[in-house]
């Protein structure tokens, strides 16, 4: 997570929310529909902060192999 929130430019919010479908690594990209935001005493789920927020992020080739075996691995154990 911390690489593809440096490499890709993805907020906090935008992470917690995304879904193994959202994760796209034989075309390299991740497609942010949805982020958390917290409120006071709960966090919501919706819409990222803008438009321009719901968008499609290029994945860097060089962590691409490192998203496989990480998704591998948790697919493993359930």
């Known amino acids: ?5 440096a490499w890709c430019g993805l907020r906090l919010g935008e992470l917690a929310e ?20 917290r409120v006071p005493g709960r ?5 990222p ?3 321009a927020g719901k968008r499609t992020v290029s994945i860097p080739p060089l962590i691409v192999p490192i998203r496989e075996a990480q998704l591998v691995v948790c697919l493993s154990f359930g």
């Open 43 to 47: 966090r919501v789920v919706g819409d």
């Open 49 to 51: 902060k803008s438009r």
């Open 18 to 37: 995304l879904r193994r479908k959202d994760i796209d690594l034989q075309n390299g990209v991740v497609v942010v529909h949805h982020g958390v935001n």
């Open 1 to 5: 997570m911390v690489r593809l929130a």
